[in-house]
């Protein structure tokens, strides 16, 4: 008897949600990130810093995965109409690897949503 090949279970689920998620995001102006403040304040990073790959991870001196948002305290974070938070100056970004990205961002993301929540955004 030929044996079958079984579909992970729930992998069509996921595939439909992403491309209804990414063909909403095409057709909403708010969702797309070309020409966005967010898109120009990572095109003037990367002129004004280069790749984060040629630094070291500001915590561990390992290889980079990017740039993670580094805001000092006089920095204005905004915040992209698609929910991403940014800042205008280079500076404000650190290399980071994925090892320290993951848990940093988590951690600087309920901060900043907390602040958001707090002023009306």
């Not at 990414?22 to 898109?39: E, F, I, N, V």
């Not at 204005?76 to 690897?97: N, T």
């Amino acid at each position: 008897m030929a044996s079958k090949t079984k579909k992970a279970k729930g992998t069509g689920h996921w595939k439909a949600r992403w491309k209804r998620d990414y063909t909403a995001s095409l057709s909403d102006p708010a969702k797309r990130h070309s020409g966005s403040a967010y898109t120009t304040a990572r095109n003037k990073l990367r002129a004004a810093r280069g790749s984060a790959k040629e630094q070291p991870c500001m915590e561990c001196g390992a290889k980079p995965s990017g740039w993670t948002l580094q805001p000092r305290r006089s920095t204005e974070i905004l915040l992209d109409p698609s929910g991403l938070y940014f800042a205008a100056s280079p500076e404000d970004y650190a290399p980071r690897c994925a090892a320290h990205t993951r848990p940093y961002l988590k951690t600087l993301r309920a901060k900043l949503d907390k602040k958001a929540h707090e002023a009306g955004l």
